[in-house]
């Protein structure tokens, strides 16, 4: 054996092997990408990573023959040796995954591909998606009659508990009526499609639905609706109620209450909750400048019948969104908001929609995360198909620190929406709070093959890139890999800006951030104007920083909102303060930031506010604290904003970088393992 050792290393066979290995590593999730974009089949899937696997022998065998030394000839013993470890690992392989189910639970990847679900013959036969109806109307400007009744259906079919219900966001971007069904019905894990056309002219219109298999292409049942405005309510009740008797669907009580259930029976309010649907549809969509007009749709859906519950549902909704994105913040508005899902709640005490909007509500306006909770809870009961019902339990979860459970939530929100990109983005931002940057950087690129115009996750990947190995290049590459039209928007260049400071090109940066302007869901005027005031004080320029910061305290103290949307700004005030030079009023703001977030309850951002107390530290020149604070960071059992990587990187913290405190902080925590678990804070 000690002369075989001997060959090995007179071979190179380790440099070959490592080699291969770093091949290997970065093909498998390229093509995990490709597999997911065509809907590849597991077992071609598994046949690949074999292919890679036994690859490994290969090599080790040309490498033995096309050593530094020429070709030799291996003895039979060795020859022997090396197919001994070739069958041992075939026998691994199949004793590993004799079932063709992946090795690693998905609730551990995060990376639930919108792959072949057929393939593995799970999918139940009683699992349906609705594709988008098809608009027939001359009059485009209807489609969004046909949009709201797809969207109606959906609804009734969500309250079914003994179906799989796909939700619309995974469907709306495909034909109403493609060509290949099967493998539409593989990427989305369902047995049965939905097809529908809409056709509206004045007061009259034509409803035709029909329900596939869509692994034969049969038709399970079709029928058409020709109704006037003045009698078409109920018309998405009896198709569900078709679609539920052709699945073999049983249905409870108040289960056949909900879908019989007519929401209204005015055409003027009818079409105007349409309307609104359509409008946040949009919104979902990454769209929050329509959502005023959704609170207006459904307004007008309520003036016209005060009854209609689901109408004050969706507006209480709509106007909890309206905090949400920042547009209208005033208590009068959360106050209005809390009285309409009330008031829906009613007129319908078991309507999900309203215990599904009264929870929005309490988090978005008043911060209650248990009230919050306990409504989603409900409508989770009344609506087990809903996947905004899952990932809005999922998120509450993430913000108090218990990821397991909200990566699990997302799990079955994916199970219902497998094309949501949102979702995979949230998964991997979940996968990087518990410092599993692989499967986070996994993620990530599922939500660019569903999304590829998306720009978080660009930033998301850049951002992955300077936690796990403080490579700022290799972060600039990521941004740069964006589309054109992205470039400028203020996601990326945001995020440009703040890697051009880990280069220390002061100068680009300072470029840079004299044409950023707020945008998207998180560029926010306070965000924009705390990122001129580092980028001045980092360069050097301190009064027009410290100009800058004073503009940041005013800005902060006029806060908007509550909750996350008040914490961004509570986040903001002690750095503010800090370059402001008011050192006791930054330390008063990290104690009232500690308060907010002890009685909120918000677990997941601890470790965020021990790194905004480093950086205070060090702008105050308070260098032990700012070690002990950074120290409490890298010990949280969360966080995505500190690491050792970023640490060497980063010039906030060049103040201390020689500190020999400093210097041992990233010694101590440089092997440190990925949190297996987040418990509650």
Not at 93 to 102: D, I
Not at 589 to 612: C, F, I
Request: glycine residues 6%; negative net charge; aromatic residues 6%.
């Amino acid at each position: 054996m000690e002369e075989f050792f001997a060959r090995l290393k007179e071979h190179k066979l380790v440099q070959w092997l490592l080699g291969y290995a770093a091949v290997a590593v970065a093909l498998i999730p390229v093509l995990d990408i490709v597999a997911a974009q065509f809907g590849w089949p597991e077992s071609l899937r598994r046949g690949i990573t074999l292919a890679v696997i036994m690859g490994f022998f290969v090599v080790l065998v040309l490498a033995w023959y096309h050593g530094e030394r020429g070709a030799q000839k291996m003895p039979r013993s060795e020859v022997l040796l090396l197919v001994g470890l070739a069958m041992l690992t075939g026998v691994l392989m199949w004793r590993v995954a004799p079932s063709g189910h992946e090795s690693i639970p998905l609730a551990n990847t995060a990376n639930a591909k919108p792959a072949a679900p057929s393939a593995r013959m799970d999918v139940s036969a009683k699992s349906i998606a609705v594709l988008p109806f098809e608009n027939l109307s001359t009059d485009k400007g209807n489609a969004y009659f046909a949009d709201g009744m797809q969207d109606l259906i959906l609804t009734k079919l969500a309250d079914i508990g003994d179906l799989k219900v796909i939700s619309r966001t995974s469907t709306m971007k495909y034909a109403s009526h493609p060509d290949d069904l099967k493998t539409i019905a593989q990427q989305l894990g369902v047995a049965t499609i939905l097809e529908g056309s809409v056709q509206k002219a004045d007061d009259q219109v034509l409803i035709n639905v029909q329900l596939i298999d869509a692994q034969t292409d049969n038709h399970l049942w079709a029928d058409s609706y020709t109704r006037t405005l003045d009698n078409i309510f109920g018309v998405e009740g009896e198709v569900a109620g078709k679609v539920a008797d052709a699945l073999k669907a049983k249905l409870s009580p108040s289960e056949t209450a909900a879908v019989a259930n007519v929401p209204t029976k005015n055409p003027a309010a009818y079409d105007a909750y349409l309307r609104g649907e359509s409008y946040l549809d949009q919104m979902w969509a990454g769209n929050f400048a329509v959502v005023p007009k959704a609170v207006a749709a459904f307004r007008e859906a309520t003036d016209h019948d005060p009854q209609f519950a689901l109408a004050w549902a969706q507006l209480a909704l709509s106007q909890g969104l309206l905090n949400y994105a920042g547009i209208d913040t005033s208590s009068a508005t959360r106050q209005q908001a809390l009285a309409n899902a009330q008031h829906a709640l009613a007129l319908a005490p078991d309507l999900p929609k309203a215990h599904y909007a009264l929870g929005y509500v309490y988090r978005f306006g008043f911060a209650d995360y248990d009230k919050a909770l306990t409504q989603f809870k409900i409508a989770q009961h009344g609506s087990p198909n809903d996947a905004e019902v899952e990932a809005a339990i999922a998120y509450i979860e993430a913000m108090r620190g218990n990821i397991s459970a909200a990566i699990a939530g997302l799990q079955r929100a994916t199970t219902l929406n497998p094309r949501d990109p949102n979702l995979a983005l949230a998964m991997g931002w979940m996968q990087m709070d518990l410092r599993h940057y692989d499967r986070a950087r996994v993620a990530f690129q599922r939500t660019l093959a569903i999304a590829p115009n998306d720009p978080e996750a660009y930033t998301a990947l850049a951002r992955l890139e300077v936690l796990q190995h403080g490579d700022a290049h290799a972060a600039l590459a990521q941004l740069h890999n964006a589309p054109t039209d992205l470039q400028s928007g203020s996601e990326i260049l945001y995020t440009k800006v703040q890697l051009l400071l880990c280069q220390r090109d002061y100068k680009a940066a300072q470029q840079a951030v004299d044409t950023l302007q707020p945008g998207g869901r998180f560029i926010t005027p306070l965000r924009v104007l705390m990122l001129r005031a580092a980028v001045s004080h980092l360069s050097g320029d301190l009064p027009r920083a410290k100009a800058l910061y004073q503009q940041a305290v005013t800005r902060a103290a006029g806060g908007g909102g509550v909750g996350e949307t008040a914490l961004v700004s509570a986040l903001s005030m002690p750095i503010a303060q800090a370059g402001s030079g008011h050192r006791a009023e930054a330390l008063h703001a990290l104690d009232d930031v500690r308060a907010t977030l002890t009685k909120l309850d918000l677990g997941s951002n601890v470790n965020t506010l021990s790194r905004v107390r480093a950086e205070v530290d060090v702008m105050l020149g308070d260098n032990d604290a700012a070690i002990a604070a950074l120290d409490k960071a890298l010990a949280a059992p969360t966080g995505r904003s500190v690491s050792v990587p970023l640490l060497k990187l980063d010039p906030t913290w060049d103040p201390i970088r020689n500190d020999p405190r400093f210097q041992a902080l990233l010694e101590k925590y440089s092997s440190d393992a990925p949190t297996q678990d987040a418990p509650r804070q």
